[in-house]
């Protein structure tokens, strides 16, 4: 790992974020959803889930959003081939990439969680969740930026992506029986259980996000591999 | 002399369909060595083996000393420069920001950003976004990208396929001038004049098989009829063969002030091309 080539990576990738118009709106879809839920709870205290699908939000649709356009057009435009042919490593490259998109997932998660009341999460548990959680969905963006090959087609793959992980507490708005096989597997899902670990203090469903990201890892490191080589 | 770029038996197929097969060939440090065929010759294979891109099915390359198991290293990617179908810029910044960012990771001053935009002929458009910039302009800029850590080896692989005459000869100026300094060029063209003033070296490629292997001046003269066309100050043009026996006529042709022009008989390295594979090196 390179710092100066991290700070180079990094550097290009926020003048690029910002004269990019698509990407430079996406940080205000989780604040605007914040604010309208607050409005909706007329001041009272918000359910957890509600905060937590927040969070979704944020990690769905700017995290793994983000990434997964930044990848997808560095691919596309086969400037990412550039990259891999200079001495940039591809940790250089990824966590370089990676520090952008942190800065304004974090920076759109922080003043969201303002407006919504950040104090439930405000503990060491629920921290190293926000955190699993993030790693996952930015692995999850950068997997699927390789995998689509093109923006047009991650488009393809941004909702999937937002109503699957992001969305997962709003399966109980679709009037499933808690005990039904959906809502089992829903269960499982990264979100739920760090609502689980919110809940009930779990070591287990930390572990259960930590699988989940190193899933996304594999799956990003193997789209990397076949991006970066014509093998 | 010490080689650049050592390639034995190189052999490369995709699936069933062979690409290259038993290439075996070296180029000598501080040669300008080109690579000529035609589209689907196994040119651009080839170069994407030595920069690492690919993977050979069978064969030992190596250049400056790595072995190619070793090409996608910091260190062997410090060494080479790239130009090729692969290469490309970020469009929403300017080609100052586009360089600066290859400077750092290369670790090169950022000074050396108007050095290469005074070689390109492009240091007063250094703040255009690259989207505003023509075809050509971004394959100079691309250029610049690729020699702006002053790497001991370069691959170009169609260098100055989309420039106009005089910036073509600006590039091959430039190329002339990096290569006195020492540094070795491996590039594909299907230019030949192109090759022809810029390659010390050049071989065929053609259906993944070297055909040929020589510097320019030599081909032209293998494949030479050897003969020589003789326009008399009558308007008459002769074809005299280049023999012993033809020596008198020759004398007395020019004795007598008959002789307006005398050309030997050498090919272009095109028609050379032709004569070996029997194909025309169009892309």
Redesign the interface.
């Known amino acids: 790992m390179n710092v100066q080539r991290i700070h180079a990576i990094f550097e290009k990738d926020i003048k690029d974020f910002m004269k990019n118009m698509m990407l430079i709106t996406m940080p205000f879809i989780p604040i605007v959803l914040s604010l309208m839920y607050t409005r909706f709870s007329d001041g009272g205290v918000l359910p957890i889930s509600m905060l937590y699908i927040i969070v979704g939000a944020t990690y769905s649709a700017v995290t793994s959003s983000i990434m997964m356009t930044m990848m997808a057009e560095e691919n596309e435009k086969k400037t990412l081939r550039g990259l891999v042919q200079s001495p940039a490593s591809y940790v250089d490259i990824l966590v370089g990439k990676s520090l952008v998109v942190a800065l304004v997932s974090f920076t759109s998660l922080l003043i969201s969680l303002l407006i919504v009341g950040i104090d439930p999460f405000l503990n060491l548990k629920d921290v190293i969740a926000l955190l699993l959680l993030f790693i996952f969905f930015l692995l999850l963006g950068i997997g699927i930026g390789l995998f689509s090959k093109s923006v047009a087609s991650t488009s393809a793959y941004i909702m999937p992506v937002m109503f699957l992980f992001g969305f997962t507490p709003m399966i109980e708005a679709l009037g499933i029986g808690k005990e039904s096989a959906v809502s089992q597997v829903a269960n499982v899902f990264p979100l739920m259980q760090a609502i689980h670990v919110h809940e009930n203090n779990s070591w287990v469903s930390l572990g259960i996000i930590a699988l989940w990201s190193i899933g996304a890892a594999v799956f990003a490191y193997i789209c990397f591999k076949k991006t970066t080589t014509d093998d | 002399m010490e080689n650049s770029i050592e390639v034995s038996d190189l052999h490369k197929s995709f699936g069933k369909k062979t690409a290259i097969k038993d290439v075996s060939f070296h180029v000598e440090k501080g040669e300008i060595f080109g690579l000529l065929g035609p589209s689907g010759s196994g040119k651009t294979t080839t170069i994407?083996i030595l920069?690492?891109?690919?993977?050979q099915t069978h064969g030992k390359v190596t250049a400056l000393g790595t072995d190619a198991s070793r090409f996608s290293t910091?260190?062997y990617?410090?060494k080479i420069g790239?130009l090729s179908d692969?290469?490309?810029?970020?469009?929403?910044?300017s080609i100052y920001?586009n360089l600066?960012?290859?400077c750092?990771?290369?670790?090169v001053p950022l000074k050396q950003i108007d050095v290469m935009l005074q070689e390109v002929n492009l240091h007063e458009e250094r703040q255009t976004t690259v989207s505003k910039l023509s075809k050509g302009m971004k394959q100079r800029v691309m250029l610049a990208?690729a020699l702006i850590h002053k790497p001991e080896l370069v691959f170009l692989d169609e260098p100055t396929s989309a420039l106009d005459p005089g910036n073509m000869a600006h590039i091959h100026r430039s190329l002339q001038k990096l290569n006195e300094a020492g540094t070795t060029i491996f590039l594909t063209t299907h230019n030949m004049e192109e090759a022809t003033a810029l390659c010390d070296r050049v071989a065929f490629l053609h259906k993944g098989e070297l055909q040929e292997l020589d510097c320019p001046s030599a081909l032209r003269y293998k494949y030479s009829t050897h003969a020589f066309h003789v326009e008399t100050v009558q308007g008459d043009r002769l074809v005299i063969e280049n023999v012993p026996e033809n020596a008198n006529r020759m004398k007395e042709l020019i004795g007598n002030g008959h002789v307006k022009s005398i050309h030997t008989d050498h090919p272009t390295l095109g028609q050379v091309f032709l004569k070996v594979t029997g194909e025309e090196l169009v892309s």
């Open positions: 994407k920069t690492g891109e690919l993977t910091a260190d990617k410090s790239i692969n290469s490309s810029l970020y469009e929403r910044l920001d600066k960012l290859f750092k990771l290369y670790n990208k």
